[in-house]
């Protein structure tokens, strides 16, 4: 009978928390599981010591705006972490928090194996943090496939277990297929429509979304369908629409009826590829005019040529990318109309799709990641 310690800090680590956790149990029925996380956790059979409501913040000032909440969070983490004594602390994303727990627990309990399950993009940003993540745990179970060899020219060693995305983009395909209509769509197939999928916090949405419209307003015979994100009240996208213009939160289910769509940069790519439809990508930085100015910028700050995740996966440019300077409302609607109307141009790039969606497989990460956990113990 394993003890395990997850620790989660926001909506997409809950998620994924919570799949990983029924994974866990059935792996090992005699499982117990407490952590850091969120209802989807606590509805999976974890026993919570700290709610992600009091851990999700995103940004260095929201961070410095709570920093009392954020240092209780640590000290109920670490204490949680001594009083439980877990065989197995496992980390899901959220990095500035879970390293130091990582640290925490080799110090002061150093029986306990440690797993990064869906470990920091380091291969994206602050690249230093890999040889701190391979040196504090004992596996590393990334979700793309590219972070094995990416580990691997450091010397460390990183196990792919799979892509959640691609995995409940899968399951819910096959549903649609047995049932293809999709009621909760607000377009009918007969609509041409344009989705727009602004980002997940308020204030990229409020950077993005205005110029996202404004390149679709130049498509009169499409409708345009705004795709809220969780957390973010329906009250808060009305502003920015205009009469006609609709919203919805079935996301999946507008994509698949989309005949393009303008996506800001994130899961959201890699989401979109997935179901299969065309894309721009767009991305907000509060510096864009300096690494406007300044070209080499880019490559001093990012370790990766692309910014979303359907470039990085396929290695080249399949989708478009206007980020910083390069995001301005004509580039997107030019982008849009050869989606909409350059019928090569648009089978090429779901050609792309289909090879991204090779590379990542389907094999199931929680289950996967859970398998490899549990025989570590064993």
């Given at each position: ?51 992600i409501r009091r851990m999700a913040f995103m940004g260095f000032a929201a961070v ?315």
């Amino acid at each position: 009978m394993a003890r395990y310690f997850v620790i989660a800090g926001e909506a997409s680590g809950d998620l994924h928390g919570a799949a990983l956790i029924r994974a866990l149990r059935q792996a090992d029925p005699g499982a117990q599981c407490s952590g850091l996380g969120g209802d989807k956790m606590a509805a999976a059979g974890c026993r919570l010591h700290q709610h992600i409501r009091r851990m999700a913040f995103m940004g260095f000032a929201a961070v410095l705006a709570n920093l009392g909440q954020v240092r209780r969070n640590f000290r109920i983490a670490e204490q949680a972490l001594l009083d439980e004594q877990p065989d197995a602390l496992i980390l899901i994303d959220y990095p500035s928090f879970n390293l130091r727990m990582a640290r925490f627990c080799r110090a002061h309990l150093p029986e306990t194996k440690i797993f990064y399950y869906i470990p920091p993009k380091v291969w994206a940003w602050k690249r230093r943090r890999i040889h701190a993540i391979a040196k504090l745990c004992d596996e590393v179970l990334g979700i793309f496939p590219f972070e094995p060899d990416f580990y691997a020219r450091y010397g460390y060693r990183c196990t792919y277990v799979g892509n959640p995305t691609a995995e409940e983009i899968t399951q819910i395909t096959q549903i649609t297929q047995i049932t293809p209509s999709a009621p909760s769509a607000p377009s009918t197939p007969n609509t041409p429509s344009i989705a727009i999928l602004p980002g997940s916090r308020p204030s990229e949405i409020s950077h993005c979304l205005p110029r996202m419209l404004a390149a679709a307003r130049r498509y009169q015979d499409y409708s345009t369908v705004v795709c809220g994100a969780p957390g973010i009240d329906d009250a808060f996208y009305t502003p920015y629409l205009r009469p006609g213009e609709q919203f919805s939160r079935e996301t999946y289910a507008v994509l698949q009826n989309a005949s393009a769509a303008v996506v800001n940069s994130g899961t959201a790519t890699l989401e979109t590829a997935l179901i299969g439809c065309p894309q721009v990508a767009v991305y907000h930085l509060a510096l864009s005019w300096l690494i406007g100015l300044i070209r080499w910028a880019q490559p001093l700050v990012f370790s990766i040529p692309y910014f979303t995740l359907v470039n990085i996966i396929a290695g080249r440019e399949v989708i478009k990318e206007y980020v910083a300077n390069d995001f301005r409302t004509e580039k997107v609607a030019a982008e849009l109309g050869r989606l909409l109307h350059d019928e090569a141009y648009k089978k090429d790039m779901l050609v792309s799709y289909g090879h991204i969606c090779s590379l990542l497989d389907t094999q199931p990460a929680a289950a996967t990641a859970a398998g490899i956990i549990v025989s570590r113990l064993s």
